[in-house]
């Protein structure tokens, strides 16, 4: 147990997120993402909200803020204007983290797909709120 460390970051996605570089992508996953047969590095946080993970996670991750889109939301196919009640719990989050708005870009699932291949670490949660899906890149970590 280390002091103002949120409980529900393990060792493994610690180790993650310290290891990541700017650019690097996570994936922040519901339970129905499938997240072990599409990726290689998986942690699961069992019994976990999506929310209490995307909080914790913006507690230590900057979001980054030099190029573009660096935070992506699963949509259904064919209405990239939907906006899900857990679209709207992550949006608070990162803007309460990172002191700004930090757009969410809308995803088909395909294009989700595409994009979160890449990522560095899939953080799968056990919340089954549907598309609650997104993929948040890596920003820098800035001088005091």
Known sequence: MLKTIPPV?????LW????MGHGDRLVLANA??????????VVTLAGVSLLAAARSIVQLMPIDDLGGPAAHRMVPD????DVMDVHRDVQQELDAAEGRPVPLQPLERAAFFDLAASAFVVVAT???RPFGCFVLTK???RAF
């Open 16 to 19: 993650c997120l310290a290891a």
């Open 126 to 128: 056990t919340d089954n």
């Open 32 to 41: 129905n993402y499938p997240a072990h047969s599409r990726h290689e590095r």
């Open 78 to 81: 064919g209405r990239p204007d």
């Open 9 to 13: 970051l393990t060792p493994d996605l």
């Open 139 to 141: 920003g820098v970590v």
